[in-house]
């Protein structure tokens, strides 16, 4: 497993409808990077577009913003027209800004709707300035698949690990598990998420993947200064996204979509960023059995990253 546990507490904000987290907070890493960087003069490119729309969220988000010169972003909105539309059958909406300030001070313009987005269905987002410049992006969003199903199993001695198996997801776009931990002393709580894809292994009709909670554990201890007594665990979750067609395999997570894409990497025409369509399920990190006791899917739970 990789040693890499990234901290998003210092990220994390509410979207406007207090009912989840937003995109800019879902995969902040503790630095908050800001890696992507679009400051070249030029006109052929005028917006870059930065994120997914996901078919198991009620509210999407997509960071959104014109190609500039200067870094900074400005202390409002930028003047620009957005709107999502599904091309099967011609339903558009306009998406709503909003500029957003996270704790360094940076200012991020946002896009944001509650527009229903479904499964195995393809939507064009298009965003226009003033002048008649602009930009756009289709992506298609991958059929559902079933939840995943937890299996206890011990190994290695340790009787609390298990075995994830993941069936009717064809393209893996991002595999974690999520641990909400709080300060015993002050109460500040931290949400430490420990990458995954890579790791899975192809079966007959999906993937599988161990797990043990236990390292897991271990390097949050050590965030803590190697004292178990100094958090506690709140809640812990696994999260699994399929993405559509215009998944890049070579991308590590969705993490990349915001903060770490190479250069180059972009499905924006006339602009920069990259887009794509995702189903995300997200379940307890535990196993659930069936009536007659054999192991089944748990209840989907609703994220507490986005």
């Known amino acids: 497993m990789r040693d890499v546990v990234e901290d998003v507490s210092e990220c994390l904000l509410q979207n406007v409808c207090c009912v989840l987290l937003i995109l800019t907070a879902s995969f902040c890493l503790a630095s908050c990077d800001n890696s992507f960087q679009p400051l070249k003069e030029n006109d052929q490119y005028f917006f870059s577009i930065q994120g997914y729309l996901d078919a198991s969220a009620d509210t999407q988000w997509v960071r959104l913003s014109p190609v500039r010169e200067e870094y900074e972003q400005p ?43 479904l499964a195995g269905q393809t939507y064009l987002l298009s965003v226009e300035s003033p002048d008649g410049s602009g930009s756009h992006v289709t992506v298609t969003i ?49 949400y430490i998420l420990f990458p ?17 909670p236990v390292i897991e554990m271990n390097h949050i201890r050590d965030l803590y200064s190697g004292d178990a007594s100094a958090y506690e665990v709140i809640d812990r979750q696994v999260y699994v996204a399929a993405a559509g067609p215009e998944w890049n395999e070579e991308i590590d997570s969705l993490n990349d979509l915001l903060y770490t894409l190479p250069d180059g990497w972009s499905n924006i025409e006339d ?36």
């Open 196 to 212: 995954y894809r890579g790791k899975e292994i192809p079966t007959s009709n999906g993937y599988r993947l161990f797990l043990d």
């Open 271 to 306: 602009g920069l960023g990259y887009m794509v369509g995702i189903v995300s399920k997200s379940i307890p990190y535990d196993s659930c059995l069936d009536e007659s006791g054999e192991p089944a899917p748990c209840l989907e739970v609703t994220p507490f990253v986005r």
């Open 142 to 190: 991958p059929e559902d698949f079933p939840t995943p199903v937890m299996r206890e199993e011990a190994r290695f001695g340790r009787p609390s690990a298990y075995n994830l198996l993941i069936s009717g997801a064809g393209r893996l776009a991002d595999l974690q598990t999520r641990w909400h931990v709080r300060n015993r002393s002050t109460g500040a709580d931290r």
């Open 75 to 117: 202390v409002r909105s930028p003047e620009m027209d957005v709107t999502l539309e599904q091309l099967e059958t011609s339903t558009k909406t306009a998406m709503h800004r909003l500029l957003l300030t996270d704790e360094d001070g940076f200012n991020r313009s946002m896009v944001w709707t509650d527009m229903e987005i």
